[in-house]
Nanobody, 127 residues
């Protein structure tokens, strides 16, 4: 059974850092682009970042550029999101997702195209 499981969320003060992890089971990530998404309370889910299957290209939402870094370790079937300089507006449930293609596909107005989703990990940025 294909699964994605996120971890690493928690409570952090503004300006702090967290590293989210996403592990895949039931399939190998080698040929999948992977994205991170978040959903804040009362808001729609938004794409945060995406990385191609070979890590050759990455994409970030404007709101996290320069603060977040996406990476992957295909040998370990893992994807990471390093989040620095966190702000209260970064609060939300963070999801990883896999796309059945090697590159990040973005549809204007809809964001990254993904096919498989994890259940999320909660990130709270508050003093």
């Amino acid at each position: 059974q294909l699964q994605l499981v996120e971890s690493g969320g928690g409570l952090v003060q503004p300006g702090g850092s967290l590293r989210l992890s996403c592990v895949a089971s039931g399939f190998t990530l080698d040929y999948y682009a992977i994205g991170w998404f978040r959903q804040a309370p009362g808001k729609e889910r938004e794409g945060v970042s995406c990385i191609s299957s070979d890590a050759g290209s990455t994409d970030y939402a404007d709101s996290v550029k320069g603060r977040f870094t996406i990476s992957r370790d295909n040998a370990r079937n893992m994807v990471y999101l390093q989040m620095n300089s966190l702000k209260p507006e970064d609060t939300g449930v963070y999801y990883c997702a896999a796309a059945a293609q090697t590159t990040c596909v973005i549809i204007p107005g809809h964001g990254y195209v993904m096919h498989y989703w994890g259940k999320g990990t909660l990130v709270t940025v508050s003093s």
